[in-house]
């Protein structure tokens, strides 16, 4: 009797082995199958546009819009810095343009007075032009009857007070000849004063007009900068942690908090280096993300990193120090969902999440 319930307890044993040996056989042959025609990992995660919220002046926040994890519309004002020092910085910009625009003015005054002093002197040039010519004229004809009434005083055919009468008048041609020469010589010289100021106010205006343009650009600087100090959501999405008080200075450059961009989503999986020689641009990928196990997300490998991740990572492996250990390196697939996905779903992932990924190689 018991040699039976032995015998039955060792075929039972016996069978169950069999039937795992069988299980086993059935799971490794699937397994290597399914493996000719699909790349799988489990190295990988979600990822969204992040974009980092970054102030471009200087200042104090005195007011901040936005809490932990709110949800913001392209334009939404987020925080504002205090602006009286950019207000009075536009006001001292305004005051030196309207100065520059003053200057202007001036230098285009002194250029039409100039103007006018070169028009003045060119029509006294022109005029004692004329006036000496008459005179030399006067003076000629004063001279030939001096010469007559010289010869008829000699010859005792005229009284000595006519002689001098002639005499006086050629002194007076004589004269007036060189004063209208004179009067010429003073009217180009003014002339060419005249014209000297004129090209010094031109190069003034130029100056002048130079001066303000750079007011304009630091008058459009500063209100920019007066802008810059309400701080407003450049995207749709949803805000971070909010790492910002009313009465913390913030800086240029300074990362305060983050928009997650929730209107696009991708998944980045890190493949093993031996993954990829089946791999190609254009395959489709099954997505199985932890938050929903239920339900399989639908994906292309739409492009490859153009190199490891250790290649970018703070301090890279360097193999020339002799400490080589060599290990399998992965690579960086950027897989995008499909648009026949779960709307929702889509929605509500997160970056950071894990997923699971499954290339279809054929």
Known sequence: MENTEKKATNNKFKYILGALVIIGIIYGVYKYVHSLAHETTDDAQVEKNMNPIIPRVTGYVTKVFVKDNDFVKKGDTLFTIEDKDYQVKVEEANAALISAQGSLEVSRADISGAQANVSVSEANFSSAGGNIESAKIRANRANNDFVRYQNLYKNKSITKQQFEQAEAAKLEADNEV???QQQQKASNYQKSIAASRSNVSSKQTDVAAANIKRAQAVLDAAKLNLGYTVVTASIDGQVSKINIQPGQLVAPGQSLFYIINN???WVIANFKETQLS??????????HVDAYPDYEF?????????ATGARFSLLPP???TGNFVKTIQRLPVKISLDKENDAKKMENLRPGMNVDVDVHLK
């Open 178 to 180: 060189k004063i209208l």
């Open 263 to 265: 209107a696009e989503a």
């Open 318 to 320: 360097d193999n020339a």
């Open 298 to 306: 639908q994906g292309t490998i739409t492009s490859f990193s153009p």
């Open 278 to 287: 089946k791999m190609v641009i254009g395959q489709k990928v099954g997505i």
